[in-house]
């Protein structure tokens, strides 16, 4: 068994711990969605970079939105102005090593959006260990953490920022 393996076992065991905790009955309190966080894979990010229609919906500026980059084969190269983190980032039991990824799971986010592949592993764990007081992604059985969960056909991006604005209209958290 490699260490990646191992990594990845541990990973899903602190997922599963995380899922039975009894963590689902929290309180939101965000009045108004200012501070985004954005977790997104690179590929997705290269072939569209949707920052901009995504700034202009939530009606902030593109440069107020946190963005980080997935890379799941350790290999990209992120695009200027961006973070980017892979597996070598995390420890056993999806313990963060990188002083990067650390800042931006502790950051208040008042919305941390997940564009990544569901059946990703290690954008869970970030997803689980951020500080984000609302978290959105795709409807996924394996994303019991987030708040708001929209069902997308493929990865169709634009579909899901609309859906996510007009829940987020709905709930009074941007105008």
């Known amino acids: 068994m490699g260490i990646l393996n191992l990594k990845n076992k541990t990973a899903n065991k602190f997922i599963k711990n995380q899922r039975k905790a009894d963590g689902f009955n929290k309180e939101i309190k965000v009045k108004v969605v200012n501070r985004v966080g954005v977790l997104a894979e690179l590929t997705l990010f290269q072939t569209y970079n949707f920052t901009k229609r995504l700034s202009e919906a939530l009606h ?3 440069e107020d ?7 799941p084969s350790g290999r990209g190269v992120a695009p200027e102005l961006y ?3 892979d597996e070598t980032h995390f420890g056993f039991n999806g313990k ?5 990824l650390s ?8 919305l941390l959006i997940n564009y990544c592949d569901p059946e990703l592993l290690f954008p869970k764990v970030i997803m689980l260990k951020s500080a984000a007081q609302l978290k ?9 953490f987030n708040d708001i969960s929209i069902k997308t056909t493929g990865n169709d991006i634009d579909t ?4 996510l604005v007009k829940y987020l209209q709905i709930l009074k958290l941007i105008k």
């Open 96 to 100: 963060i090593k990188s002083e990067i």
């Open 65 to 71: 939105l946190k963005i980080i980059l997935f890379d």
């Open 103 to 110: 800042k931006f799971v502790s950051r208040d986010f008042d």
């Open 83 to 85: 973070r980017l983190c």
């Open 60 to 62: 902030l500026e593109p």
């Open 136 to 144: 959105a992604g795709f409807d996924h059985e394996s994303n019991f």
């Open 160 to 163: 899901f920022n609309d859906e």
